[in-house]
């Protein structure tokens, strides 16, 4: 298990990137403790929508930032294959319950 904050003053792209991917490494990482899988990836999604309501708020960046860099956002969480991991095991786990109860 390992936990990743990233800290500093960050423009909306460059937030909405980090957020994105670290959310979707979580959707699909977060999940294979049982402790994780009730507790820490639950909280840990919750924590990171507040953080996304937060990064609207945000001004787009007007001028180039210190570094030079501003981080492309990339797709939308929802469109990133990755995000989907979690829901296809407990897809498969579901099917073999239901086979075993109705296959008898």
């Not at 800290?7 to 049982?34: M, Q, V």
């Not at 930032?65 to 956002?73: E, I, Y």
């Not at 995000?83 to 786990?93: D, H, L, Q, R």
Request: glycine content about 8%; overall charge positive.
């Amino acid at each position: 298990m390992r936990f990743s904050k990233v800290e500093g003053p960050l423009c909306r792209s460059c937030g909405t990137a980090i957020h994105r991917d670290l959310t979707t490494k979580t959707l699909a990482g977060g999940w294979w403790s049982p402790l994780s899988m009730f507790l820490f990836c639950p909280v840990t999604l919750l924590a990171n929508l507040a953080l996304h309501f937060r990064l609207k708020k945000l001004p787009y960046p007007v001028t180039p930032p210190p570094t030079g860099v501003v981080m492309n956002p990339g797709k939308p969480i929802h469109r990133r294959p990755a995000a989907y991991v979690m829901a296809c095991v407990a897809a498969f786990y579901l099917s073999v319950a239901l086979i075993g109860v109705l296959g008898g």
